[in-house]
């Protein structure tokens, strides 16, 4: 995806957010075991249309896009292989809502974790998953590499909480599962 006709059209989506430095391109060629390969640019989305249209733009121009939290996993999920474009979802980080009397709460996938656990203690309910990376590891990236942690043995792993996503797929169709 060296095509700078192809980056112009991600900038058009992204603007500042798009970004094709070897600095910031670096930045989030690894995971938290090291496995490192460059990626050809890295966007921070803020709201699902901008991820619609990102997957709209790959899939014609064929180009990889790399789903990343906070790259604290240790088995390469996160890692763009192919090159291509890593997907931040780090400014993806709202709580949208807690709803006590269903036990459930709906948030956007860049959460940490550790704040989100905190977030419905608050509310009198339990999270049980606590991977060991908890205080820094996002929701998204636990869900896409179904973690578990220490309390997975009794309460069982994330897979276990999940009721629902909003998925974009890779043509930028919206499906929602659960």
């Keep these: 995806m060296n095509s700078s006709r192809v980056q112009r059209q991600v900038t058009d989506i992204f603007g500042e957010r798009a970004r094709f430095g070897e600095i910031d391109r670096a930045c989030y060629s690894y995971d938290a075991m090291g496995l490192s390969t460059l990626p050809d640019g890295v966007v921070f989305p803020e709201k699902e249309e901008e991820i619609r249209d990102l997957l709209k733009l790959a899939d014609q121009s064929r180009f990889p896009v790399i789903p990343r939290g906070a790259g604290s996993g240790f088995t390469g999920g996160s890692v763009p292989v192919r090159g291509g474009i890593i997907l931040s979802l780090e400014r993806m980080n709202r709580i949208v809502d807690i709803d006590e009397e269903n036990m459930i709460v709906r948030v956007m996938p860049g959460v940490v974790l550790d704040h989100m656990k ?43 909480y999940v009721l629902s996503l909003r998925n974009v797929l890779p043509a930028g169709k919206v499906i929602v599962t659960g």
């Design 118 to 160: 905190k977030e419905v203690k608050g509310a009198g309910l339990f999270y049980p998953p606590d991977p060991a990376s908890l205080e820094f590891c996002t929701i998204g990236g636990n869900i896409a590499e179904c973690a578990g942690g220490p309390s997975g043995f009794k309460y069982g792993v994330t897979k276990d």
